[in-house]
DNA sequence: GCATTATTCAGGGTAAACACTGAGACACGA
DNA sequence: TCGTGTCTCAGTGTTTACCCTGAATAATGC
């Protein structure tokens, strides 16, 4: 059995690894090998094809859940568990993508005890999920249709969230200014934002107001976007 | 010689701990003491007067500027170490008006090397200060007169990124929506944010952009504005 | 003293964001 | 086949945000 850790600071590496040979004697007797970036994530999987993968989120090269999906690709049985600084919805929504139906793979927070570390390498590398305490709600909104956003109301925030005019979105997105108001008014709407209509009490700009609730409920984060910046930007300098 | 380390994580807690006992023989042969939020890092430091405080930022119950703000105002001879996450420029502001002009304190992020920690604390113990390289850039920006938000500007970016309308925050701070406009002009302008006027070809939604740009310069942050949220809230529920 | 600079605020005008209604396209499941 | 729901988008109208010029005030520096 084979486990492999990638994360790109050395102080928690020691840490797991040091909490992985203590405390998983009985279920596990391989080597651990070690990577620092997503890159050498997916380089080091084809190569040792570990059973057990521990992955940061925040990594140089490639994030810690485009890793993942490299690595799923290829070898669909791995166990994947992303260890990470944050709860924020965007990456349990990616994660949740990227992860077969039946795989197994876990989420905790870097802020997890080592009793909770321990526990989820256990059950991912049995089959089983776990996933932090504190995710779960998150995970819940993340089905409720009535809260979820679709791809569409998804790729509107990002927008609005950089800063774009209806217009600029328009064009970047190959639709009419109407739709992206459409977009825009149902995303307002599931975010349970004010209109200008009721309730006169309440002055909200709807565009920046979404933007903190989102910040805030962890549908975007600046990393995320910064991503997105640097994609658009490069992908139309016409 | 007495020191303090403040901090929620225990890991963290024990690593720092490790590294100085290790490394600051020399200089220091005293106890180290512990707390893990901000309220104890206060206490603490009375009870023992220690000549270096060890302070996380985010903590519970105070974060860790505002402890060091408590801890200086009754000994500002205590040398302070912030250790955070983030490279913000919210924080280093704070921070700037909270140290005594002849204090010696230290700012250093968690992603730094052993060797880098071990030389701020021999630093600021001698009653130098030490900065992380790469905040050096954020410094020189707050020091800048022409980048640098005074506090009537940082005061409009704060509501705005909250998603109020100019009329909102105008009420709030018992201005006209002109004068709001103005603030928010010249902020604009701080920012780099170019207007309608000139180049049509980049078309940005000023107010939302301004928000991403100040969050991508850590001007501020997402803890930060659900502070002024609450503070806000409760402060004018009139 | 005077010049410089920053801040607050006015008026008038343009363009963008938002409200409301409703129609056509498409997929899903009974 | 017929709903039912979702997404896109048109038309029309209101409100808000932003642009520009400019004046009164106060603080700063020489």
Chains 1, 2 share one sequence.
């Not at 965007?90 to 989420?107: D, E």
């Not at 679709?150 to 209806?166: F, N, Q, R, S, V």
């Amino acid at each position: 059995m084979t486990i492999l850790i990638v994360d790109d600071e050395e102080r928690d590496r020691i840490w797991l690894k040091n909490l992985l040979t203590q405390n998983l004697g009985a279920v596990h007797a391989g080597p651990i090998y070690e990577g620092h970036d997503g890159l050498e994530a997916v380089e080091l999987s084809q190569k040792y094809k570990p059973q057990l993968v521990f992955l940061d989120i925040k990594m140089p090269q490639l994030s810690g859940i485009k890793a993942a999906e490299q690595i799923l690709k290829q070898l669909p049985e791995t166990g994947v568990i992303i260890l990470s600084n944050f709860s924020d919805e965007v990456y349990v929504r990616q994660l949740w993508k990227v992860v077969p139906p039946n795989g197994a793979f876990g989420y905790v927070l870097k802020s997890a005890s080592d009793e909770q570390v321990v526990e989820a390498a256990k059950a991912v590398l049995s089959g089983d999920c776990w996933v932090h305490p504190g995710i779960a709600r998150v995970i819940q909104r993340t089905q409720n249709r009535a809260t979820s956003l679709t791809p569409a109301e998804y790729e509107a925030l990002i927008c609005i969230a950089l800063g774009m005019t209806d217009h600029a979105i328009a064009r970047k997105l190959y639709l009419t200014e109407k739709a992206v108001q459409s977009r825009l008014k149902s995303l307002y709407a599931k975010l349970g934002i004010p209109g200008r209509s009721e309730g006169h009490e309440t002055e909200f700009n709807q565009r920046c107001r979404a933007v903190y609730l989102s910040n805030r409920r962890g549908l975007i984060n600046q990393s995320e976007l910064d991503d997105w910046e640097a994609k658009l930007s490069e992908g139309a300098p016409t």
